[in-house]
């Protein structure tokens, strides 16, 4: 558990100190690369959740067991219990990929994509290369899964054609890419 999470347990950092201590200790520069706004984005949206779960009643089940502090863990919970039953789908499906964009984890969820309104495609795109060549993973076929369920292979073809012109491994990924998409 990291000091600020035991500070906040213990009482000596109030939620609004918590969550600020929080969202500076990630650098959001990786995944965010080449995504203008997109790291406001993330740090806003995980504001208003963190808030809204803040809100919620200690008495409701999704509280039960625990100690009701509202955390970044339990705010990832929560976007899939609220996802899981329903609530503000598309809102919440935004949300668990923010947390995974701070963790820099896999965000390639074709039914996480698939809820969210307002899809800004060059975002996704470039994160996906942002990610991949921070961690190696292949997340080409998983981008193109992602695509597919959205019905954005074209759209995303213009970001594809950005991005192979800024390097040879770039336009090797993006090659992997289009062929899972076919």
């Known amino acids: 558990m990291s000091d600020i999470n035991l500070k906040y347990i213990r009482g000596e950092l109030s939620p609004?100190?918590?969550?600020e201590l929080v969202l500076n200790e990630y650098d959001l520069s990786q995944v965010s690369n080449n995504c203008e706004g997109l790291?406001?984005?993330?740090?806003?949206?995980?504001?208003?959740?963190?808030?809204?779960?803040?809100?919620?009643?200690?008495?409701?089940?999704?509280?039960?067991?625990g100690n009701g502090l509202p955390t970044i863990n339990k705010l990832s919970e929560y976007s899939s219990y609220q996802v899981q039953h329903g609530i503000e789908v598309s809102f919440w499906s935004w949300v668990k990929i923010c947390i995974s964009y701070v963790y820099f984890a896999d965000f390639l969820y074709p039914e996480l994509w698939s809820s969210i309104e307002n899809i800004n495609v060059k975002w996704l795109v470039r994160t996906t290369w942002n990610y991949h060549q921070h961690s190696g993973s292949d997340?080409?076929?998983?981008?193109?899964?992602v695509l597919r369920s959205l019905g954005m292979e074209s759209e995303a073809g213009?970001?594809?054609?950005?991005?192979s012109k800024l390097s040879k491994e770039a336009e090797d990924w993006v090659k992997d890419v289009k062929a899972n998409l076919c």
Do not use: M, V
């Open 39 to 65: 790291a406001h984005e993330i740090r806003s949206t995980i504001t208003t959740a963190f808030w809204k779960l803040d809100k919620l009643d200690r008495g409701h089940p999704f509280w039960k067991p």
């Open 16 to 19: 609004n100190q918590y969550l």
């Open 158 to 163: 213009i970001e594809l054609n950005e991005l």
């Open 139 to 145: 997340s080409c076929s998983n981008l193109a899964a």
